[in-house]
């Protein structure tokens, strides 16, 4: 940009900013709900489904009392999914996309086929890689992965087609290729932007998606099957989250309007880069960089409970007063997620000798509550949520930081493709909330007279 079009653009700025201020008096006086958030902090109900919940507390007399949270999967406690593929040692990912996709736990033999199906659909479709991936690579692999969803739609012959069996298909397709998609802008931005070797290895389909998509981001195509396992289980996690996520929503509200299957997806996509989304988890390890580098004694409870004061006072880190990775809208006492990740994190710090550094983010995880509370005084209960340990857990897995988001992604298509199913069969009206106006009119004023 030169210096004549940054000073436009900054002259612009100053109108849009000065144009565009909403008094926050209006927002109770007007009764509206921020955020679709009622004044207790609880979601505004817009709509019903079968295929996930998300508990953190209950509401008596108008309260909210704070319980242990849960994660629930069509009826079924998602531990109880963990727990299940740890007891067989097998990979969980394709059982939980079958349970979220039909609402059923599959059989062995409905499994095996499912696994199948999927595995020979992880192909990207031919001159895809070349001509939408190699031709316009992208910094960001979630802009990426979101066009590369948007461009499916040219290689699809039936891409109008909004029947149940044809969006079923493109939702299976979608699932089984997001992997390849995401591993394919990774290595197109390596070679790019990076100035570093480009790998295209071929997914195989007898492999689970954590095991494909190890094996396209590596250029040896080497993982071991307790990394592969432990990224299944970190799939398992993100694979759904209730429809009142944003991108969930997202994919409710852009479906409700009877457009393609890529868009609703796509749209999906861009929800989740989200700093306040799926983003978070970047943010959280961008954090505890600086934390790392200006906290002398990692064990010390005092350096570290100053350092999240300082971040809460505008005085460290990016100055936007939030400790990333505690809170959540729904959590109360714990994220059930961020719970299974600790644990495991635990293991796996012990073996790369990161035990120093995975203490330092359970101190945080103690002391950040607590920072909070005395900065605001608010008695609402604040837990670690998932993003504290996911990027931790993908760093000792060697997954390259720019990954992490669009690995969110690589386990959410399952839950957006279930959430678009139920908007096409049980929806049937268009998402059209309100919002109140609050300038007058004015008369019209011409050009000569301005």
């Known amino acids: 940009m030169t210096d004549n079009e940054s000073l436009f653009i900054g002259r612009l700025s100053v109108l849009a900013e000065r144009n565009d201020p909403i008094d926050p008096s209006l927002y109770p006086k007007y009764d509206v709900k921020r955020g679709l958030r009622n004044a207790n902090g609880t979601g505004v109900l817009v709509g019903l489904t079968s295929i996930g919940d998300v508990v953190g507390y209950d509401v008596q007399d108008g309260k909210k009392i704070a319980i242990p949270g849960r994660l629930v999967y069509r009826g079924y406690n998602v531990e109880e999914l963990v727990k299940d593929a740890e007891a067989h040692n097998q990979f969980g990912y394709e059982q939980t996309v079958y349970l979220l996709l039909f609402g059923e736990l599959p059989t ?39 066009r590369g ?16 069996s044809n969006v079923l298909r493109q939702c299976l397709e979608l699932i089984s290729r997001f992997g390849t998609l995401t591993a394919y802008g990774y290595q197109a931005k ?31 195509k080497a993982f071991t099957d307790d990394e592969a396992k432990l990224l299944d289980l970190a799939l398992i996690l993100h694979a759904e989250h209730g429809g009142g996520n944003n991108s969930s929503l997202t994919v409710h509200v852009v479906s409700s309007a009877d457009t393609d299957t890529y868009s609703a997806i796509g749209a999906a996509v861009g ?26 004694d990692w064990t010390s409870e005092t350096e570290v409970y100053a350092y999240l004061q300082k971040i809460l006072n505008k005085q460290a880190y990016n100055r936007t007063v939030l400790i990333y990775g505690l809170g959540h809208a729904i959590y109360t006492i714990n994220d ?3 719970s299974i990740l600790r644990d495991h994190a635990a293991k796996l710090a012990k073996e790369k000798g990161l035990e120093d550094e995975y203490n330092l983010y359970k101190l ?25 340990y996911s990027g931790f857990v993908y760093s000792m897995l060697n997954i390259p930081r720019e990954l992490f988001t669009p690995l969110f992604a690589v386990s959410r298509i399952a839950g957006w493709s279930a959430h678009r199913i139920e908007e096409i069969i049980a929806g049937g009206r268009i998402y059209r909330p309100a919002y109140k106006n609050v300038l007058q009119e004015r008369e019209y004023i011409p050009i000569e007279k301005r």
């Open 108 to 146: 062995q033999n409905e499994l095996e086929h499912f696994k199948q199906y999927l595995g020979e659909l992880r192909t990207l479709p031919e001159n895809f890689t070349e001509d939408m991936i190699m031709k316009a690579p992208s910094a960001d692999i979630m802009n990426k992965l979101s």
């Open 149 to 164: 969803v948007l461009a499916s739609y040219s290689y699809d012959k039936d891409p109008e087609n909004r029947s149940l």
């Open 190 to 220: 390596r070679r790019y932007y990076d100035g570093k070797s480009m790998y295209i290895h071929n997914p195989l389909p007898e492999l689970s998606t954590s095991e494909n998509f190890l094996r396209l981001i590596r250029n040896n």
């Open 271 to 296: 929800s989740l880069k989200g700093y306040r989304h799926g983003g978070a988890n970047i943010q959280v390890m961008e954090m505890m960089d600086d934390i790392k580098a200006n906290v002398k």
């Open 336 to 338: 059930p997620r961020a």
């Open 364 to 388: 945080i995880e103690k002391l950040g509550p607590e920072v909070l509370y005395e900065k605001h005084g608010d008695e609402k209960k604040i837990c670690a949520n998932v993003d504290l």
